[in-house]
């Protein structure tokens, strides 16, 4: 009996060495986010000798850097698993605690998601508003192009993200929630202007297009893979908003590659006119942790049936 004891206070101990300190993941997120030890320091209410010797065990823990010590600061690639880890456990305790809390209608749980702005100007918040309205959730998107959302799943920044990436990353699972239909737009007034004799090279080279941003090689691939003309050689306004895109194609000073979702009403009053029938379609994602509980498991199934509902 006495050696069955002692091996397992041997194991528990085992267990315990094994364990990591989330008082030092805590400082490695706090220095990242203030890109000062000082400025981390006041946040954390401790020494700046105090938030280093963190720091150094944390290091001494994984037996390697998890901090590039440059300008910026910058999580080493093992730095960045465990803030990803850290950041999980966070969002895990912040649906926990309010279930568990005398004042849990007081206390609302935030969850970070990364979509694209065409699924935000669409159908996504309407997806979700059942959900917001019956519970105490924070929303905290993070719009960017569908092709680079997955930059945030992979930081640990969102649980989720909407993306057109198929393979879904390590501790994740992604589903396929169907097709966005773009449609290549302008005014009746605009293509008599810009576009009298139908779309050519010529003409595009003139005619006023828009991109999302820099990043964004949505339009320019289409218009070189159907059109033969490389990005940099046509006039293309550079606007951070779907909406955006709509307001200019109403307003007859652009042509926009814009989701047919988006413009059913334009194109059937006949605002907006298709200045091709070729059309581009992607496949949209939802890639999201594998282990989902509660509200981020309600939250998910929401976005994946009102998706297959509307796309």
């Known amino acids: 009996m006495i050696d069955k004891l002692y091996l397992c206070v041997v194991q528990d101990d085992k267990k315990r060495e094994e364990m990591v300190d989330y008082k030092l993941l805590n400082a490695l997120q706090v220095v990242i986010e203030q890109q000062s030890f000082e400025r981390a320091a006041n946040v954390l209410c401790i020494s700046q000798p105090a938030v280093s010797q963190r720091i150094k065990l944390l290091e001494e823990y994984v037996a390697q850097p998890v901090l590039i010590r440059s300008q910026p600061l910058i999580a080493t690639d093992i730095g ?75 930081a640990g920044e969102a649980f989720g993200a909407l993306s057109l990436q198929s393979k879904p990353l390590p501790g994740c699972e992604v589903t396929l929630l169907g ?88 194109l059937a009053s006949g605002k907006l006119v298709k200045i091709t029938e070729t059309q581009l379609t992607i496949p949209l994602y939802w890639h999201r942790w594998i282990l989902l509980k509660g509200l981020y498991k309600q939250v998910s199934e929401q976005i994946i049936a009102a998706a297959k509902h509307t796309m």
């Open 80 to 154: 960045q698993r465990l803030l990803k880890h850290y950041k999980q456990v966070q969002h895990l305790e912040a649906e926990l605690l309010p279930s568990i809390s005398a004042t849990s209608t007081e206390k609302s749980v935030v969850m970070a998601i990364a979509v694209n702005a065409d699924s935000l100007a669409t159908w996504f918040i309407p997806a979700l508003a059942p959900l917001l309205k019956q519970y105490p959730i924070e929303l905290n998107l993070h719009i960017m192009d569908e092709a680079r959302t997955l930059e945030k799943v992979k």
């Open 179 to 266: 097709e966005l239909n773009y449609v290549l737009v302008a005014t009746p007034e605009f293509v008599q202007q810009y576009l009298p004799q139908g779309i050519t090279q010529q003409a595009l080279r003139k005619a006023p297009a828009v991109s999302f941003d820099h990043k964004d090689d949505m339009h320019i691939k289409f218009i070189e893979q159907h059109f033969n003309l490389a990005g940099g050689s046509y006039p293309c306004h550079i606007v951070r908003s779907s909406e955006a895109f709509v307001a200019m194609a109403n307003a007859g000073v652009a042509y926009c590659l814009i989701p047919k979702l988006q413009i059913e009403d334009e």
